[in-house]
């Protein structure tokens, strides 16, 4: 159990580390992608307690901070990827106009909102560049969308046409 016990306590370091980097590397528009790195040394914390003989199940211990890991990582390039979704849109819209029609509501996605915004988002992130009036991935993008495919099929998900 204490083994158990180590595993949460290295993955909330690296989760604590990973948004603090995060939030760093955001503010100063830096490659914030790479706090995700952290996690890596999370898992060189477990295997140092292993070698100080504090983790009776080695193994066990290590697929379980990976499992957490993958799983975190997966939710927060979601998130990245992903942004505002449309049922988060129409509730926001609310805000600002407490009764809408239903043409109202469907402009939010017919207009600038839906679209324009993650297009906006994933060029200011790097994934994709303007050039010669088309966009197109940067090598950050493809990479990005290489992790999503392979999540996709890992889990039978349909693929973008």
Do not use: N
Request: aromatic share 18%.
């Amino acid at each position: 159990m204490q083994s158990f016990g180590f595993v949460w306590f290295c993955f909330i370091i690296s989760f604590i580390a990973h948004a603090l980097l995060h939030r760093y590397l955001a503010s100063r528009r830096g490659k914030f992608l790479w706090s995700a790195a952290v996690y890596i040394v999370g898992a060189a914390m477990l295997f140092l307690l292993w070698q100080l003989q504090r983790i009776v199940y080695p193994l066990s211990a290590e697929f379980l901070y990976i499992l957490m890991t993958v799983t975190t990582v997966f939710f927060y390039l979601s998130l990245f990827v992903e942004g505002e979704t449309p049922s988060s849109m129409i509730l926001t819209s609310f805000q600002k106009k407490h009764r809408q029609t239903f043409v109202q509501l469907v402009h939010l996605y017919t207009s600038y909102g839906l679209i324009g915004k993650r297009i906006d988002s994933l060029k200011e992130h790097g994934l994709v560049v303007y050039r010669r009036g088309k966009f197109s991935l940067t090598s950050k993008g493809r990479m990005v969308f290489t992790v999503i495919e392979t999540y996709k099929k890992l889990f039978h998900r349909m693929s973008i046409e």
